[in-house]
């Protein structure tokens, strides 16, 4: 990943250099006031984009290809999380619902414990 964003940082240089060297030589036009330098980082950008698209597309290949198993992993645990937490809920909820065996004690609710402390 690192050579991939090394590689895309070098063909971004390249472009910015081209693009001063355009402006200062008066081809491209140049920013409003001080504007210049965001214009020329803004134009090398958008010329860098297509050309690190095209050009490094195995490099970015290759760069996925070490990422997907641990985004795999990562979502699978994330997945396994989510299990858990709606079976403890329902487990909660199944509980909440079942009425109370006759003979035992009725659990308190938020209701009747505002009933009660009147």
């Known amino acids: 990943m690192l050579r991939y964003t090394l ?3 070098g063909i971004f240089v390249g472009c910015f250099v081209v693009v001063w060297a355009l402006v200062y030589s008066g ?3 140049r920013g409003l006031g001080a504007s210049n330098g965001m214009w020329m980082i803004m134009l ?5 984009a297509p050309i690190s698209f095209v ?7 290759r760069a996925s290809e070490r990422i997907a198993p641990r985004l795999d992993r990562s979502i699978d645990r994330v ?11 329902d487990e909660a ?11 035992a004690p009725a659990k308190d609710t938020a209701e009747d414990a505002g009933v009660k402390a009147s």
């Open 27 to 29: 081809i491209a036009p």
């Open 7 to 9: 590689m895309r940082l």
């Open 44 to 48: 090398a950008l958008v010329v860098s």
């Open 55 to 61: 050009a490094l597309r195995k490099e970015r290949d």
């Open 93 to 103: 909820d199944d509980a909440a619902r079942t009425p109370a065996p006759a003979g």
């Open 79 to 89: 997945k396994s999380n989510l299990a858990a937490n709606r079976s403890q809920e």
